[in-house]
């Protein structure tokens, strides 16, 4: 035990005293960047209200019994015609749009925090391997990931669903909507964060420290966790803010294209695809509402990955 | 200063010939819908949009005006009798390519549609031979009576024996053929109008027949016809709405009020010949999809008729439908023989009422199961069964709902693998026995719902020979009777068609959703 | 050289075969093509029947490695929707998509590389911000959204240009084109700008972000010490030097451009491949999807293979498969 010790430790506290100084670095820029302190506070509430959904929403619309169909295509409460209980107006099928919109918020959030994270792991996983590794795995990770960059989202999306029809039994396949659009998009997302990784991961194994390791014979599997991975979290970091927002619009997308999440439960991207039909119906509210609340998050996480871009790149400062 | 008039000048005539172009003195109709035909060969695709296109340039014995009544068309007039029926053909018609009609073109056509890759097999199955009397009278000898073989053959056209001779087109394109035929993008009718020019899913031209031997009865002025489809339904209204095209045949439900308030645009609507409706599968021992194992919900009448007293049908008609639907307790509309006020009636919305039928078939907390919908076929198909889960949820029943592309689901009927499914159905003969067929029919090739019930399945093969009109309507009244008091089905409504038409166009409006220009009329 | 590209050849051969695998194995769960192939009063025995002749039935092997046969014989076979050979309507749509594929880039490279300039050189100028802020919105909606609002704006409201289809087209034999009419030219504006936003918005923040790494080089120091005038400096020297990862990007956004355009082309009716596509995919027409398929992954492993023979030749100290 005591001859383990005194290794993981120096191997631990530079990093975290190297992290905390880049913060505190980070945290100056932070405060000195407006437009990343507004981003940072609209993302953060935008998230806050989402996920307290449940509490603060006045209605539950993702229960079809709380929903009257004679509510339906009700105005804001402030134009004529609207009613108090419902602010933001009701929706085709007599669901709050308010609370439609937290609640769909929060599983767009969720569908897309989930798929980015999955093709995160899955993406610098397999790049720092393959950067690693090299020679005839490295090549084979790399066409796969050529592979999955032709094949259009949307068929991936039919692929997973069909597979999950033909695999789950009929009760759940409601649910299981939401993971063939979180593995859809999380799949057509991980080839981008291969190649950052790896080469990331190219560039930090020519360094000394890693050549010294290897010579000192650490196995390849730490030298890779301890050493190589952090190193790689940056560009990697910058690109999953920005892949958080392009999954939420990713989401929207494939619903428009009929592969959605159901619209009994629907999600932001659901009411942008239901909103789309009602452009040129004069139900305005339908529309607007969730394409703002849209814009808003997206443009947030957008404008937040800016920053963290020009922040956490030493040679722009 | 010479020069700067030249330019003006030369800009000018541009300018006039950009103008003059499409503005010259002939009567242009632009119109679009979503899909495209899939073949002009008349008898390989028995399907809506590509009957509508061939019907311009093709023409069938016995046609429908858009009341719907039977007309004389390449027939003038027809008489039947236990054996068969005979045809009388109109005389002097001849083709775009300038040839005769005779009766062997007749017999030819009826005869390519009976051969292997035809679709319209089934619709003309009675037909047992086909006599020639003389170049203008043709009799069909029929398999035993059949009452009804003229409302069978309105969509079967008529082609020219020389002309699928000499470009080898004798048969309609196999399903597996390696090659294309001459008949998928050329066609020669007898029809008021010629096929000009075709890309599929971008352009269609079409000309009027000067030859047409129907100009003198028909108000039709329309000299070339230009159809662009338009997949996605508000770039349609949109394209529409600024006046690139003429006339819209399917806007969207939502958008008809601001194509009416448009200025210089209309809308016009009809009861269409067709019923949307749930499927309940009854005669599987147990629910695929539910939590009730061991025992069959829906095999209890009393449970379906609980879920027919929990739709809200009226609330479906004025939110989902925009008001445009007849809520009904029929799976077949006005117009269709067989369809009474009574049966038409729709099952009382109750909640109460179905929340005791359900305690009384043993489920007072409900039960769970599936919900199969087309999302891409009916008219607000998904929105329909969107809001049919929160009125079932009121009574217990919580319905799961997967909304899925019509590739899709149909196969599920077909292949009777659902448990609970939204259908369609259209009447193109106007006839209850063909929904009897179909739908109620033990072995009826679209009944999912296992529903068998020996005496419908008795009238079902009676009216299809009976020749006596009141008997028969006797026979299709007391099975309509049994269907409502065993509720296979939750009839939901019947649709209607809305139309957007320019105001400088007359265009009436047909029960099928079936364009027909001969009576289009450019103000 | 001549090694590294037979390599990256037999390679690229490989991921075609894997891509046509598995749009192969995926087409049995889009749906069933018999069901719109038939008219509504099909018996079943004659779906049956159709199901046999197509070899639906089949194992996805046996059906697999019979459209590898005909495909290596010429034959791509016929759309089971609109009945004409798929190498046809492959070629006679290929023109629309290539046309919109080509002004969207073009839009975006001169849009995207002057903004990306402009934005670099001045970094904290107010119009750098609207310029960088406003694009980002850009990026926040989706595409088909964005779409049919500019349809609603520039063809219903407005009524400056035509919602939809391609206009006025020339047909010179081999190709048709829209682009030497004036009908057609107005016909591309809207779904060119709302193909190329995304990838506008991608270049204008790549080249700004080279620029800015550049201008802070020991090279422009100099440049600027020796006296140059400052345009030159940001032209010649400056914007050369961020061209090559620019020029990468481009290479790989093309197919991008190709894929995405099956959004647009369904929003804007535009007769193109990216439409025949979708309407494939409700249909269930398995030839043309197969085709399809293929056809993209032969478009993006060439590009693949030209970029990183590109990276080859501009600095050959890359070699395949790291080290």
């Known amino acids: 035990m005591s001859a383990v010790e005194p290794r993981v430790d120096p191997a631990a506290k530079p990093p975290s005293a190297w992290a905390r100084l880049r913060e505190s670095d980070v945290f100056h820029s932070f405060v000195s960047t407006p437009s990343a302190m507004i981003a940072a506070a609209f993302t953060v509430i935008a998230i806050l209200a989402c996920f307290a959904a449940p509490l603060i929403a006045p ?259 | 200063m010479k020069h700067r008039s030249l330019t003006g000048a030369s800009a000018l005539a541009l300018a006039a010939a950009l103008a003059a172009a499409p503005a010259s003195a002939e009567n242009v109709l632009r119109w679009t819908s979503q899909g495209d035909a899939l073949t002009m060969d008349p008898h390989a695709q028995n399907e809506g949009p590509t009957i509508s296109m061939n019907g311009q340039i093709y023409e069938s014995l016995v046609t429908r005006d858009y009341n719907l009544a039977l007309q004389p068309e390449l027939a003038t007039s027809w008489e039947g009798d236990l054996e068969g029926w005979t045809f009388t053909l109109r005389q002097g018609v001849k083709f775009h390519d300038g040839s005769d009609f005779t009766a062997e073109d007749v017999a030819f056509s009826f005869r390519r549609a009976q051969s292997g890759a035809s679709d319209y097999k089934e619709q003309i199955k009675s037909i047992k031979d086909i006599e020639i009397i003389d170049d203008h009278t043709v009799r069909f000898v029929t398999d035993g009576p059949n009452p009804i073989l003229p409302n069978e053959i309105t969509s079967l056209f008529i082609m020219d024996s020389g002309w699928a001779k000499a470009n080898n087109v004798e048969m309609p394109q196999d399903y597996a053929a390696k090659e294309e035929t001459f008949a998928v993008r050329n066609a020669n009718g007898t029809g008021p109008y010629r096929l000009a020019s075709r890309a599929p899913d971008e352009l269609t031209v079409m000309e009027r027949n000067g030859e047409w031997w129907g100009w003198s009865e028909f108000p039709g002025n329309i000299d070339k016809i230009e159809y662009r489809p338009i997949k996605n339904a508000a770039t349609r209204v949109a394209a529409l709405l600024s006046g690139e095209v003429d006339f819209v045949l399917d806007p969207p439900l939502q958008d008809l009020p601001r194509i009416e308030s448009t200025e210089g645009l209309g809308v016009s609507t009809v009861a269409q010949m067709r019923s949307i409706f749930f499927g309940m599968d009854l005669g599987s021992p147990e629910l695929r999809s539910s939590d009730v194992k061991g025992k069959n919900p829906f095999a209890d009448p009393k449970v379906r008729l609980a879920v027919n007293h929990a739709l809200d049908k009226e609330a479906i008609k004025r939110v989902v439908m925009e008001g445009l639907s007849f809520p009904t307790g029929m799976i077949t509309p006005p117009g269709v023989r067989g369809n009474t006020p009574e049966n038409d009636a729709p099952y009382e919305f109750n909640v109460e009422a179905a929340k005791a039928l359900l305690a009384e078939a043993g489920y007072p907390d409900g039960f769970s199961v599936t919900l199969d919908c087309p999302n891409d076929r009916y008219v607000n198909d998904e929105k329909i069964c969107q809001a049919a889960v929160g009125m079932l949820a009121r009574i217990g029943i919580k319905a799961n709902l997967e909304a899925v592309s019509k590739s899709q689901h149909f196969p599920k009927i077909q292949n009777r693998q659902t448990d609970f499914y939204l259908l369609g159905w259209g009447v193109p003969t106007l006839d209850s026995h063909y929904v009897f067929a179909y739908l109620i029919d033990g072995e009826g090739s679209w009944n999912a719902t296992g529903y068998s019930n020996p005496r419908v399945n008795e009238i079902t093969d009676l009216i299809a020979t009976e020749m006596d009109e009141e008997k028969r309507d006797a026979l299709v009244a007391e099975a309509w009777d049994i269907v409502k008091a065993e509720a296979p089905y939750a009839p939901v409504h019947h649709q209607v068609i809305a139309w957007g038409i320019s105001d400088g166009f007359e265009i009436p409006i047909g029960a099928d959703d079936s364009f027909r220009p001969r009576f289009v009329v450019k103000k | 050289m001549l090694a590294f590209i037979l390599r990256r050849l037999a390679q690229s051969v490989l991921v075609m075969a894997v891509v046509s695998v598995i749009s192969f194995s995926l087409f049995n769960f889009v749906g069933d093509p018999v069901n719109n192939m038939v008219g509504q009063d099909a018996t079943r025995e004659r779906r049956a029947e159709i199901r046999l002749e197509l070899g639906l039935d089949d194992p996805i092997l046996v059906q697999y490695a019979r459209f590898v046969g005909n495909i290596l014989s010429g034959d791509f076979g016929i759309s089971y929707r609109i009945k004409q050979p798929v190498d046809d309507l492959i070629l006679e749509r290929l023109p629309a998509t290539l046309e919109l594929v080509f002004v969207s880039a073009i839009i975006a490279l001169v849009f995207g590389i002057s903004l990306g300039v402009y934005t670099g050189i001045r970094r904290d100028s107010w119009i750098s911000r609207l310029v960088l802020s406003s694009s980002l919105i850009g990026v926040s909606l989706p595409t088909f959204i964005i779409g049919i609002g500019l349809i609603y704006l520039f063809a219903v409201h407005l009524r400056w240009l035509p919602s939809s289809g391609r206009g006025g087209v020339v047909d010179l034999g081999f190709w048709k084109t829209s682009l030497l009419t004036v009908d057609g030219w107005r016909s591309i504006i809207l779904p060119a700008i709302t193909l190329s936003l995304f990838q506008l918005t991608l270049i204008l923040r790549l080249v700004r972000a080279e620029m800015l790494e550049v201008m802070r080089t020991d090279y422009i120091k100099f440049a600027r010490a020796r006296g140059l005038s400052e345009r030159s400096i940001n032209f010649v020297h400056a914007l050369r030097n961020t061209l090559v990862p620019v020029v990468t990007i481009i290479g790989l956004n093309i197919g991008g451009l190709i894929a995405f355009s099956v959004i647009t082309e369904t929003v804007f009716q535009w007769p193109g491949t990216g439409l025949m596509f979708i309407q494939a995919v409700d249909f269930v027409d398995v030839p043309i999807m197969a085709a399809y398929l293929v056809f993209v992954a032969l478009l993006f492993v060439v590009i693949n293979l030209i970029v990183d023979i590109l990276y080859f030749v501009i600095d050959p100290r890359i070699r395949m498969g790291g080290s």
């Open chain 1, 59 to 317: 209605f539950n619309p993702f229960d079809p019994a709380q929903i009257s169909l004679w509510d339906g295509k009700l105005p804001p409460a402030w134009v004529e015609g609207g009613q108090a209980q419902y602010v933001l107006g009701t929706d085709n099928q007599g669901r709050d749009m308010l609370s439609t919109i937290l609640y769909g918020g929060r599983l767009s959030i969720i569908v897309g925090m989930a798929a980015v994270g999955l093709g995160m792991v899955l993406g610098v996983g397999l790049g720092v391997i393959a950067g690693y590794v090299g020679g005839a795995l490295d090549a084979v990770i790399m066409r796969i990931a050529d592979v999955q960059l032709t094949i259009p989202g949307i068929l991936l999306a039919i692929l997973i669903n069909g597979i999950g029809r033909a695999f789950l039994p009929p009760e759940i396949r409601e649910e299981f909507a939401i993971y063939v659009v979180i593995i859809a998009i999380g799949l057509t997302d991980w080839p981008q964060f291969a190649r950052v990784a790896r080469g990331a991961t190219l560039v930090e194994a020519q360094k000394e420290y890693v050549q010294a390791a290897r010579v000192i014979g650490l196995p390849g599997w730490l030298i890779m966790l301890r050493h190589i991975l952090p190193n790689t979290l940056r560009p990697v970091l910058v690109i999953a803010t920005i892949g958080l927002a392009l999954a939420v619009i990713a989401e929207a997308t494939l619903s428009f294209l009929g592969q959605g999440i159901p619209p009994t439960t629907p999600s932001l991207g659901t009411l942008i695809r239901v909103g789309n039909e009602y452009l040129f119906s004069g139900l305005w509210w339908i529309t607007l509402f969730p394409a703002i609340a849209l814009v808003v998050l997206v443009f947030a996480v957008n404008l937040l990955g800016d920053w963290m871009r020009d922040a956490l790149n030493p040679k722009l400062r």
